[in-house]
């Protein structure tokens, strides 16, 4: 028996397979430094677009470990989107997702646009990002959709790999 609430997550029109993803403009940050830069700029062929919520979020620690335990940043692009700050993008980074990236979205808008907005419970104007990934091919078309409908969920790594191998090879 978890020692939290299983809490299930209300309906929501997200993104999802055969849709064009969004384009959007938020800084894009790695280890280093971050820059304004605009998803359609980043991808160019198979991209892994992962929503998580904050950063000290045990989801968003899952995702990240679950990218480096399957080696996935060395066959496509790994990018991420968070409403945590460039300077907590670049903290998480340093400790797990090797060669992700991953935008900051404060104000929730990119979260909003994909249909992933989760209200926080006990923390009035706080929106964060259930958990989600996105396949997207070269175009932005979604191959692949995983939206979490419960609090917490973490995805199936295995047809995420398989996701992955369709499209990249």
Same mark, same amino acid.
């Given at each position: 028996?978890?020692?939290?609430?299983? =809490? #299930?997550?209300?309906?929501?029109?997200?993104?999802?397979?055969?849709?064009?993803?969004?384009? %959007?403009?938020?800084?894009?940050?790695? &280890?280093? $430094?971050?820059? *304004?830069?605009?998803?359609? &700029?980043?991808?160019?062929?198979? !991209?892994?677009?992962? %929503?998580?919520?904050?950063?000290?979020?045990?989801?968003? !620690?899952?995702?990240?470990? !679950?990218?480096?335990?399957?080696?996935?940043?060395?066959?496509?692009? @790994?990018?991420?989107?968070?409403? #945590?700050?460039?300077?907590?993008?670049?903290?998480?980074?340093?400790?797990?997702?090797?060669?992700?990236?991953?935008? #900051? *979205?404060? /104000?929730?808008? @990119?979260? /909003?646009? $994909?249909?992933? &907005?989760?209200?926080?419970?006990?923390?009035?104007?706080?929106?964060? #990002?259930?958990?989600? =990934? %996105?396949?997207?091919?070269?175009?932005? !078309? @979604?191959? $692949?959709?995983? @939206?979490?409908?419960?609090?917490?969920? %973490?995805?199936?790594? &295995?047809?995420?790999?398989?996701?992955? *191998?369709?499209?990249?090879?």
């Amino acid at each position: 028996m978890p020692d939290f609430d299983v =809490v #299930s997550l209300p309906e929501t029109d997200h993104v999802d397979e055969g849709d064009t993803a969004p384009d %959007f403009t938020r800084p894009l940050v790695d &280890e280093e $430094y971050w820059e *304004d830069r605009a998803l359609s &700029e980043v991808v160019d062929g198979p !991209t892994l677009l992962l %929503f998580h919520p904050m950063n000290g979020a045990f989801q968003a !620690t899952y995702l990240y470990n !679950t990218v480096d335990d399957h080696g996935w940043a060395d066959d496509l692009e @790994v990018v991420g989107v968070s409403i #945590s700050s460039p300077y907590a993008h670049k903290r998480l980074l340093s400790e797990r997702g090797d060669g992700a990236r991953i935008f #900051s *979205d404060p /104000g929730a808008g @990119v979260i /909003g646009e $994909y249909g992933l &907005e989760h209200d926080i419970d006990g923390m009035t104007g706080i929106t964060e #990002s259930r958990p989600a =990934v %996105f396949l997207l091919d070269a175009d932005r !078309t @979604v191959e $692949y959709a995983w @939206v979490a409908s419960e609090h917490p969920e %973490f995805p199936d790594a &295995e047809p995420i790999e398989d996701a992955i *191998d369709r499209l990249v090879d």
